[in-house]
């Protein structure tokens, strides 16, 4: 089985974006949650999608793999996929790790992980190279494990399997801040072979990972461009997410 690092770095190829969507709409009934969404994820690095609380981050990532309804155009390395059921769009080569982790509790994290990689588990490569406290807590129940462990339990989970792009939401939420530091180094080293979707509040993480960032203001892309130009400006980031620099923990 492929895995995120048993892949060397693809060539520059001709610069396509390995996701991209195109006016992207969800409604919830008389909601209307994203109206008209649009940008595009690089074929490397880490794209991260910014804003207040409640804008439609998260429910960008669920409309591209389908759990939530939507119309407007996605397309996966040039292949249309919004009228594709969820199974198969991750077939196609989508990860995704939700807010939520969701781990499952009763088992362990060795038999998390051979629910997607039946023959190695923990004793994958990647596990071992990214993971390795995971690696000695092969037999402890997951459920049974802090908040940061399940995350990595997650984030191992999607990683065994071989995949086109990364969509991550909040990895780093509720995370005591070693914790968010370790997370970092993973994403970074991840970020090197697979492409990554990231919905992040974590100012400083994004400057030290984030190549470019999406922003979005109640259901629409309000801007987009390079992460370091977005976190070196205090005005910007104050009126497009209300917060600032100083105010963020470190990474």
Known sequence: MTTALDRAAAPGGDGSPVLSVEDLHVRYGGSHVLQGVSFTVPATGVTTLLGRNGVGKTTTLKAIIGLAPRTGQILLQDRAIQHEPTTRIIRRGIGYVPEDREVFGGLTVDENLRLVDPDRGVEAPIVGTLFPDLVTRAKQRAGTLS?????????????????????????????????????????????????????????????????????????????????????????????????????????
């Open 147 to 251: 908040g940061g462990q399940q995350q990595m339990v997650s984030l191992a989970r999607v990683l065994l399997r071989d995949t086109s792009v990364l969509l991550i939401d909040e990895p780093t939420k509720g995370l005591a801040p070693k914790l968010v530091t370790e997370v970092a180094d993973v994403l970074a080293e991840v970020a090197r072979t697979t492409p990554i979707l990231l919905v992040e509040q974590n100012l400083p993480l994004v400057r030290r990972i984030a190549d470019t960032v999406v922003v979005l203001d109640a259901g629409q892309v309000v801007h987009s461009g390079g992460a370091a130009e977005l976190v070196a400006d205090p005005q910007l980031t104050r009126e497009l997410l209300g917060v600032s620099m100083r105010r963020e923990g470190a990474a």
